[in-house]
């Protein structure tokens, strides 16, 4: 009876001191997660306030809350729904976690923690809040393509997420970065959730869709739930996380066809407890440890903004994204999500990590939210500031970059390359898998070949070892060329779509936009690869990696612009070829393109004649890139201070919407109102 009565003390104080807490954070504009972690504090054994909750009681509300927490982002979680986030969202999503990890797992390594442990925390670090971001979406009625962009990464991003609970859980669980046993638990799980996700589907949509449409809303809910905790409690019996169990079961039952529905019922529930969960994640945070480590919470925390910032935007703009576009959803990314305390607890739990490194994520966790709302309001103006500052090379080869790559994402093009790029998409996956497995198993096998090849004597052990090195070495150089070579076959599929003004098979174009595509492609099929091997390779083989990446890519996309720049400088007139004059005769305005291209020519009686380009503001007022100014046959950077002149040809890129948007910026008059 006692232990009741605790259970009913705990859970009266804990939500009584949330909800004072949300509520006033709520008053201060801010995210209700930063209340419900100070509300942990409150109630926790750190602070000197006479309010103590059981450790033990939040903790096992909060699990209620972890487990509902991914049903509902299984609920949201389907394979049409990521396939329409498309190529943009997959890419961008993954170079971020990606990059993400690799620079807090050096970070973490070069301040003496161990392997896993590191990979732990980088991983924790390397999701943003899906929670935070769609709150002050709505309270600041954002819309439009920042919204969709970052929610598709964010999807991906959990995705990811899923993957890196998986293998560090398996990691841990064997006690240290054992390659053959991580193959051998993996293989596992892969087994297991063929095997649920297989059986499940013949039967959990079906029985949720009859449930949904005769049953009532109690019922529907009651289901749900008992489905939510009996596939995480499987989960957990097969040796597994029950949020991974709590996901499949939401993706189950989003199969149904009824996912909405029932998320809008589990909704008050899920709120519920992962507020338990943040509040129990709150009491674990020390202020003492806080202000001991506070060049540790700086650091981090800089580390997120700015690699997030930095990856996204280099993503998005691999993916034919507008730069802008980007900048503005990189800096809105800046911040470390809720899975992240779902991942840092799994590797407490285990074993894998010290619990102090609570405090110190909570402590950036706190830090980085407070620092959103400023980020998204930054985004607009770095954007501009990014777009002005941005060489006129690089700025024309993004812009006709842009301009394929939209046209690209059209729907009736989407199934267009067929079985060919698929199969070589796969190809490549393949290869980059392969490399992985080199890398983690090399050790492994180079002491069992050592053993059995080395001779007497030192002499004969180094022989040995540098024979294994030199077949190990030469099998990855094989691979990486044969990567190398299927990604330019990819690319070379790609281009050959049809795309505005023949984008993809000009001689010129193609050579600049095959460099892009196939660093997207290698990004989006080894970066996945490699943080699955991490904890595996040596600390300096991985900085010299990450180093190498990060400044070959900036070279080669230099070097292709500057190429690009002196092929159009020398022949600039078929950017010309069916130029638009809205605000001629009929004949001056021929048939739209389906794709993000278009080219407005200036006539007598356009209404902008005369006006700068500033002082129009077309990529701020319609969201389109102006990618060049073409008069008499030559390329002028389209700086502010240009005058439009009669006969200048705009060349524009963006969706179609924006581009509609933009020839109606030019056709008003200056004084605001449409020509008669």
Same mark, same amino acid.
């Given at each position: 009876?006692? *232990?009741?009565?605790?259970?009913?003390?705990?859970?009266?104080?804990?939500?009584?001191?949330?909800?004072?807490?949300?509520? /006033?954070?709520?008053?201060?504009?801010?995210?209700?997660?930063?209340?419900? /972690?100070?509300?942990?504090?409150?109630? $926790?054994?750190?602070?000197?306030?006479?309010?103590?909750?059981?450790?033990?009681?939040?903790?096992? @509300?909060?699990?209620?809350?972890?487990?509902?927490?991914?049903?509902?982002?299984?609920?949201?979680?389907?394979?049409?729904?990521?396939?329409?986030?498309?190529?943009?969202?997959?890419?961008?999503?993954?170079?971020?976690?990606?990059? +993400?990890?690799?620079?807090?797992?050096?970070?973490?390594?070069?301040?003496?923690?161990?392997?896993? =442990?590191?990979?732990?925390?980088?991983?924790?670090?390397?999701?943003?809040?899906?929670?935070?971001?769609?709150?002050?979406?709505?309270?600041?009625?954002?819309?439009?393509?920042?919204? *969709?962009?970052?929610?598709?990464?964010?999807?991906?991003?959990?995705?990811?997420?899923?993957?890196?609970?998986?293998?560090?859980?398996?990691?841990?669980?064997?006690?240290?970065?054992?390659?053959?046993?991580?193959?051998?638990?993996?293989?596992? /799980?892969?087994?297991?959730?063929?095997?649920?996700?297989?059986?499940? &589907?013949?039967?959990?949509?079906?029985?949720?869709?009859?449930?949904?449409?005769?049953?009532?809303?109690?019922?529907?809910?009651?289901?749900?739930?008992?489905?939510?905790?009996?596939?995480?409690?499987?989960?957990?019996?097969? !040796?597994?996380?029950?949020? @991974?169990?709590?996901?499949?079961?939401? @993706?189950?039952?989003?199969?149904?066809?009824?996912?909405?529905?029932?998320?809008?019922?589990?909704?008050?529930?899920?709120?519920?407890?992962?507020?338990?969960?943040?509040?129990?994640?709150?009491?674990?945070?020390?202020?003492?440890?806080?202000?001991?480590?506070?060049?540790?919470?700086?650091?981090?925390?800089?580390?997120?903004?700015?690699?997030?910032?930095?990856?996204?935007?280099?993503?998005?703009?691999?993916?034919?994204?507008?730069?802008?576009?980007?900048?503005? %959803?990189?800096?809105?990314? $800046?911040?470390?999500?809720?899975?992240?305390?779902?991942?840092?607890?799994?590797?407490?739990?285990?074993? %894998?990590?010290?619990?102090?490194?609570?405090?110190?994520?909570?402590?950036?966790?706190?830090?980085?939210?407070?620092?959103?709302?400023?980020?998204?309001?930054?985004?607009?103006?770095?954007?501009?500031?990014?777009?002005?500052?941005?060489?006129?090379?690089?700025?024309?080869?993004?812009?006709?970059? +842009?301009?394929?790559?939209?046209?690209?994402?059209?729907?009736?093009?989407?199934?267009?390359?067929?079985?060919?790029?698929?199969?070589?998409?796969?190809?490549?996956?393949?290869?980059?898998?392969?490399?992985?497995?080199?890398?983690?198993?090399?050790?492994?096998?180079?002491?069992?070949?050592?053993?059995?090849?080395?001779?007497? !004597?030192?002499? !004969?052990?180094?022989?040995? +070892?540098?024979?294994?090195?030199?077949?190990?070495?030469?099998?990855?150089?094989?691979?990486?060329?044969? @990567?190398?070579?299927?990604?330019?076959?990819?690319?070379?599929?790609?281009?050959?779509?049809? !795309?505005?003004?023949?984008?993809?098979?000009?001689?010129?174009? &193609?050579?600049?936009?095959?460099?892009?595509?196939?660093?997207?492609?290698?990004?989006?099929?080894?970066?996945?690869?490699?943080?699955?091997?991490?904890?595996?390779?040596?600390?300096?083989?991985?900085?010299?990696?990450?180093?190498?990446?990060?400044?070959?890519?900036?070279?080669?996309?230099?070097?292709?612009?500057?190429?690009?720049?002196?092929?159009?400088?020398?022949?600039?007139?078929?950017?010309?070829? *069916?130029?638009?004059?809205?605000?001629?005769?009929?004949?001056?305005?021929?048939?739209?393109?389906?794709?993000?291209? &278009?080219?407005?020519?200036?006539?007598?009686?356009?209404?902008?004649?005369?006006?700068?380009?500033?002082?129009?503001?077309?990529?701020?007022?319609?969201?389109?890139?102006?990618?060049?100014?073409?008069?008499?046959?030559?390329?002028? =950077?389209?700086?502010?201070?240009?005058?439009?002149?009669?006969?200048?040809?705009?060349?524009?890129?963006?969706? %179609?919407?924006?581009?509609?948007?933009?020839?109606?910026?030019?056709?008003?008059?200056?004084?605001?109102?449409?020509?008669?």
């Amino acid at each position: 009876m006692e *232990d009741h009565a605790r259970l009913l003390l705990d859970l009266a104080m804990v939500l009584g001191v949330a909800a004072l807490t949300s509520v /006033l954070f709520q008053k201060l504009k801010q995210p209700a997660v930063l209340g419900y /972690l100070l509300a942990g504090m409150i109630v $926790g054994p750190h602070v000197p306030v006479p309010l103590v909750a059981d450790l033990g009681n939040v903790r096992l @509300m909060g699990e209620l809350g972890v487990i509902l927490l991914m049903f509902t982002i299984g609920l949201e979680f389907s394979l049409p729904r990521l396939l329409r986030a498309g190529p943009p969202a997959l890419l961008t999503g993954t170079l971020q976690v990606g990059t +993400q990890l690799v620079a807090g797992f050096l970070v973490a390594r070069l301040l003496g923690w161990a392997p896993l =442990e590191s990979a732990f925390f980088a991983a924790s670090l390397s999701i943003a809040s899906t929670m935070i971001l769609a709150k002050l979406f709505d309270e600041r009625g954002i819309r439009g393509a920042l919204k *969709d962009t970052v929610l598709g990464v964010l999807l991906v991003e959990d995705l990811h997420a899923v993957l890196l609970l998986a293998a560090l859980t398996a990691a841990a669980s064997l006690g240290g970065p054992s390659a053959g046993a991580i193959a051998g638990t993996l293989l596992k /799980l892969g087994v297991f959730l063929a095997v649920l996700v297989g059986a499940g &589907r013949l039967v959990v949509p079906r029985m949720v869709r009859w449930v949904a449409d005769h049953a009532r809303d109690e019922v529907l809910l009651v289901v749900a739930a008992a489905l939510c905790f009996g596939l995480a409690q499987l989960a957990a019996w097969a !040796g597994f996380s029950v949020a @991974m169990g709590a996901f499949v079961a939401g @993706m189950l039952v989003c199969e149904s066809g009824r996912g909405r529905k029932v998320e809008h019922l589990v909704h008050p529930l899920r709120d519920l407890f992962a507020a338990m969960f943040f509040v129990a994640v709150g009491m674990l945070m020390e202020p003492a440890v806080v202000l001991r480590d506070w060049p540790l919470v700086l650091l981090f925390t800089t580390l997120v903004i700015v690699v997030n910032a930095v990856a996204v935007t280099v993503g998005a703009t691999l993916a034919g994204l507008p730069l802008a576009l980007g900048v503005r %959803a990189g800096l809105a990314l $800046g911040q470390v999500g809720e899975f992240g305390f779902i991942l840092l607890s799994a590797g407490i739990g285990l074993g %894998a990590v010290d619990p102090s490194r609570y405090a110190l994520l909570a402590a950036i966790c706190v830090a980085t939210a407070l620092a959103t709302p400023a980020l998204i309001s930054a985004g607009e103006p770095a954007a501009r500031l990014a777009e002005r500052h941005l060489p006129l090379a690089l700025k024309t080869y993004l812009g006709l970059y +842009q301009s394929w790559a939209a046209a690209l994402r059209a729907p009736a093009l989407r199934k267009a390359p067929g079985a060919a790029v698929r199969r070589t998409f796969l190809q490549l996956l393949l290869d980059a898998i392969l490399i992985g497995l080199v890398g983690a198993l090399a050790p492994r096998v180079m002491r069992m070949a050592t053993a059995w090849l080395e001779g007497p !004597g030192a002499f !004969g052990h180094t022989l040995a +070892q540098g024979a294994v090195l030199l077949a190990a070495s030469a099998l990855v150089v094989l691979l990486v060329g044969r @990567m190398l070579r299927r990604s330019r076959v990819l690319a070379e599929r790609l281009l050959d779509l049809p !795309g505005p003004g023949d984008l993809g098979t000009r001689p010129d174009t &193609r050579r600049a936009f095959r460099t892009g595509l196939r660093l997207g492609v290698l990004l989006l099929t080894g970066l996945p690869v490699l943080a699955a091997v991490l904890a595996l390779i040596p600390l300096a083989s991985l900085g010299a990696l990450g180093a190498a990446v990060a400044l070959a890519i900036p070279l080669l996309v230099w070097r292709r612009a500057r190429g690009l720049q002196r092929d159009l400088s020398a022949d600039a007139e078929w950017m010309g070829t *069916d130029a638009r004059d809205p605000w001629g005769t009929p004949e001056a305005a021929p048939a739209l393109h389906s794709g993000g291209w &278009r080219t407005l020519r200036i006539g007598p009686r356009c209404p902008s004649l005369g006006r700068n380009l500033g002082d129009l503001d077309l990529p701020g007022g319609s969201g389109v890139v102006l990618v060049a100014l073409l008069r008499e046959g030559h390329l002028l =950077e389209p700086r502010p201070e240009a005058r439009l002149q009669a006969g200048d040809l705009l060349a524009l890129s963006g969706p %179609a919407s924006a581009l509609d948007q933009a020839e109606a910026l030019l056709g008003r008059e200056p004084g605001g109102g449409l020509p008669a």
